[in-house]
C-alpha cells in the first residue's frame, strides 16, 4: 500500500506564491514519474506539471514559466508564482510507483488540496 501525503495549499492573492509538498511513502520499491495535475470546478482535471526519476520535467503552457517542479527521493514539490485567479483549482499529486511484495507497477494518487487564487 502506498500513500501520498500533499500540504501546502490555500488562498492566495493574485501575484502571490505557494508551494505544494507531496509525500509518498509505504511499500514503495521505487517511483518513476511524479506530477501534479487539477482540477477547477466543472472542468475536467489536467496534468500542471510532471518530473521523471532522472529529472526531466515538462508543463502545462499555462504555467511555463510561474511554476516549477521539483524532487527529493520520495517527495514532489510543486513551486507557484505569480498566481492568477484561473489557477484556482484543487491540486492533486500522482506517483507512478514500483511496490514491493507484490512487485506491482501502478499510479497513485493524493487526496488533493485546495489552492484558491482571489483577484
Known amino acids: 500500500q502506498v500513500q501520498l501525503a500533499e500540504s501546502g495549499g490555500g488562498l492566495v492573492q493574485a501575484g502571490g506564491s505557494l508551494r505544494l509538498s507531496c509525500a509518498a511513502s509505504g511499500s514503495i520499491f521505487s517511483i518513476n514519474a511524479m506530477g501534479w495535475h487539477r482540477q477547477a470546478p466543472g472542468m475536467q482535471r489536467e496534468l500542471v506539471a510532471a518530473?521523471?526519476?532522472?529529472?526531466s520535467t515538462n508543463y502545462a503552457d499555462s504555467v511555463k514559466g510561474r511554476f516549477t517542479i521539483s524532487r527529493d527521493q520520495n517527495t514532489v514539490y510543486l513551486q507557484m508564482n505569480s498566481l492568477k485567479p484561473e489557477d484556482t483549482a484543487v491540486y492533486y499529486c500522482?506517483?507512478?510507483?514500483?511496490?514491493?511484495?507484490?512487485?506491482?507497477?501502478?499510479?497513485?494518487w493524493g487526496q488533493g488540496t485546495q489552492v484558491t487564487v482571489s483577484s
Open positions: 518530473i521523471t526519476s532522472g529529472g
Open positions: 500522482n506517483a507512478e510507483v514500483i511496490t514491493t511484495t507484490p512487485i506491482l507497477l501502478d499510479d497513485y
